[in-house]
């Protein structure tokens, strides 16, 4: 119970710097607060999938016990995101 609050009060404090960023740096534009977000959230993605991977194998969760049927172990294929879908948009003449 106490490791979901503070998971969630976590996320809270992230999202809410997102409004609170631009206030405090004014000074920077906005492309430089952009890749900086995006950055500190790709690293904290990183760092939790890391942690989650090292659990799942210390504690043997990630031998294919609760994986769902019918998928190969050891492919990683089941894992992967889809492919992004291209589209183009013509004008009116």
Do not use: Q
């Not at 998928?71 to 492919?83: D, E, F, I, K, V």
């Amino acid at each position: 119970m106490l490791v979901g609050l503070l998971c969630s009060l976590e996320a809270g404090l992230l999202w809410g710097v997102v409004f609170v960023a631009p206030l405090m740096l004014a000074d920077y534009p906005g492309m430089v607060l952009s890749f900086g977000r995006y950055l500190a959230f790709g690293v904290i993605a990183v760092v939790l999938s890391a942690t989650s991977n090292l659990l799942k194998r210390r504690s043997g969760a990630g031998a294919g016990g609760h994986r769902a049927a019918g998928r190969r172990r050891g492919t990683g294929r089941a894992y992967l995101p889809a492919p992004p879908v291209a589209f183009s948009v013509k004008s009116a003449p």
